[in-house]
C-alpha cells in the first residue's frame, strides 16, 4: 500500500506538467542567478568565491523549502477533498500513507537535486573538494525533512491560505538562522542556541564539512544522522495528526 | 428463508459533536442483504449516522455493532464500503487509476477495477481524468471506487444526487442486484420517491428515529401513495405531538 501511494501521489504530479517543470527548473533558474549575483567580486588569490559557499547551501535549502510547500498542500487538498477520510476507512495503515507521501516526493527532490547540482557543476564550475554524491544526498535529506514538515503543518491549516502561512513560520526561521547569512559563532547566545536546535542547521553544517573535506568526515555523517532523527520524529508526530476518529 | 442476522445493530446510539447533541438515542436494526434507506430532512443526522456506521465518527453513548463487531473496529475496513456525499475521489486522476488505488487497499486486481468502471457504466472514460467528467460521472467514480472493494457492507450517502432519472434507475437496478448477490446496503436520500426501491426504512428527524418501517407502511400510516407526501403526514404528526406534550408539562 505504501507502493501504491506513491504510485498514485507521483501520477498525480505526472498529470500536473506545470508543477513538474517549477519543481525541476526553478531551482537551476534561481542558482543561475546567484551566480550572476556575484560574478564581479574580487577576491584576494586563493579565497574561495561566494558562490561556492551561499551556492552550495542553495542545493539543499531548495528541496527544503519546495517540498515543504509542495506536501503542506497536497495533504491538505486531501484532508479537505474527503479522500483522507475515505482512506482511513480501508485496511491502509498511516505509516502506509506517510511513507508513501515521503517516498514519493523523495524521489521528485533526487531529481530536482540533481538538475541543480549538475547546473552548479558543470555550468558554474561548483569548486568543492567532496563529492557531489554527497550534496545530492544531503539535499534529498533536506526535501524529505521538508515533506515531513508539510505533512505536519497540514493537519494545522483549514483552508491552502492557511498552509502556505507556515511557510514563513516554519521554514524562513530555519533560512535565517542555519548559517548561511551569518555564521553561527557570530551569532548572539539566544539565536545560537535556536539555530542549534533547527534542523536546517545540521545540513549546512554537513556541507561545510563536504566542501572543505575530500572524503566524508565523521562529523557529516553524525549530522546526517541527526537530521534522519529528526525526519523520523517528525512524521511520528504527523502520524499522530492522522485520525482515523472524529469526536 | 431463514432469517439474516443483522448487518447492523444500534442500541441507544447517542453522538455529541462539539457539545451539541446529533443523534439523541437510536434502536434500530439493518437486515443483512436488503437495501435500507435512511431518509429525513437535511440536519436531521444522517451523515453523521453513516460515519458513525463505518467508524469514522466517535460514539458518544449507547452501542453500535457492524457485521457483528463494534463500529471502528480495524477488521471492518475489509468489509465496510462508504461513499460520501461530495464525491471523494482524486480530480487529477484518470478514472482508472482512482479505482485501482481504492482497489489496492484492499489486495483488488486488476480485473476487480475493470469490473468495477463497468458496472457504474464509465469503460468508454476509464482513461479520462476525473476532474474531465460531468458531475454525475464524477460521482459514479466515486461509488466504483467503492464498488472494487467487494464490501458486505456498502454505506451510501446520496448516491443518486445530481444524476438523471436514467441513471438513477440504473443505480438502483444495480443495488438491487447487489442486495440479491448478498451485500447489505444503506443508503441515505431525501428524494421519497426512491423509498420504494428500499426493503426497509429508517426515517430520521432531528437526531431522533421517527420510525422504522416499509415504504408500504409508510404509505399507510402517511395516509398517501405519494410517499412524499407520506413522510411530511407523519412528520407533522410528530411535531403537533412535540408542541403538545411542551403545552402539557
Known sequence: MTFATTTRVLGQLRHDHRSVALILVVPALLLTAVYFLFENETLPPGFPRTFDRVGLMMLAIFPFVVMFLVTSITMLRERTSGTLERLLTTPIHKADLLFGYALAFSIMATLQSLVATAVAYWVFDLDIKGSPGFVVMIAVINAVLGVALGLLCSAFARTEFQAVQFMPVVVVPQILLCGLFVAREHMNEVLEAISGVLPLTFSVDALKEIAGNADATATMWQDALVMGGIVLGVLVLASLTLRRQTR | ?249
Open chain 2, 1 to 249: 428463508m431463514t432469517p439474516l442476522p443483522a448487518a447492523i445493530e444500534a442500541t441507544r446510539l447517542q453522538v455529541s459533536r462539539s457539545r451539541s447533541k446529533i443523534l439523541k438515542g437510536l434502536d434500530f436494526t439493518v437486515d443483512a442483504g436488503r437495501i435500507t434507506g435512511l431518509l429525513g430532512p437535511s440536519g436531521s443526522g444522517k451523515t453523521t449516522l453513516m460515519r458513525a456506521i463505518v467508524g469514522v465518527q466517535r460514539i458518544s453513548q449507547g452501542n453500535l455493532t457492524v457485521l457483528g463487531r463494534p463500529a471502528g473496529s480495524a477488521p471492518l475496513r475489509h468489509d465496510v464500503g462508504y461513499v460520501t456525499q461530495g464525491a471523494s475521489v482524486y480530480s487529477d486522476l484518470s478514472v482508472q487509476a482512482n479505482v485501482r488505488y481504492f482497489g489496492a487497499m484492499h489486495g483488488a486486481t486488476a480485473a476487480d477495477t475493470a469490473e468495477a468502471i463497468a458496472a457504474v457504466g464509465l469503460e468508454s472514460l476509464a482513461r479520462h481524468k476525473a476532474a474531465d467528467l460531468s458531475g454525475g460521472q464524477f460521482s459514479r467514480v466515486s461509488l466504483a471506487c467503492a464498488l472494487v472493494a467487494h464490501p458486505k457492507l456498502l454505506v451510501l450517502d446520496e448516491p443518486t444526487v445530481g444524476l438523471d432519472p436514467v441513471l438513477r434507475a440504473e443505480l438502483w437496478e444495480r443495488f438491487a442486484a447487489m442486495a440479491a448477490a448478498g451485500t447489505t446496503l444503506l443508503v441515505s436520500s431525501h428524494v421519497m420517491e426512491e423509498a420504494s426501491h428500499c426493503s426497509s426504512l429508517l426515517l430520521l428527524r432531528d437526531g431522533l428515529l421517527l420510525a422504522q418501517l416499509t415504504p408500504t407502511e409508510l404509505a399507510g400510516r402517511g395516509r398517501s401513495e405519494d410517499l412524499e407526501r407520506a413522510f411530511l403526514t407523519i412528520i407533522k404528526a410528530a411535531d403537533r405531538g412535540q408542541e403538545e406534550s411542551q403545552v402539557t408539562s
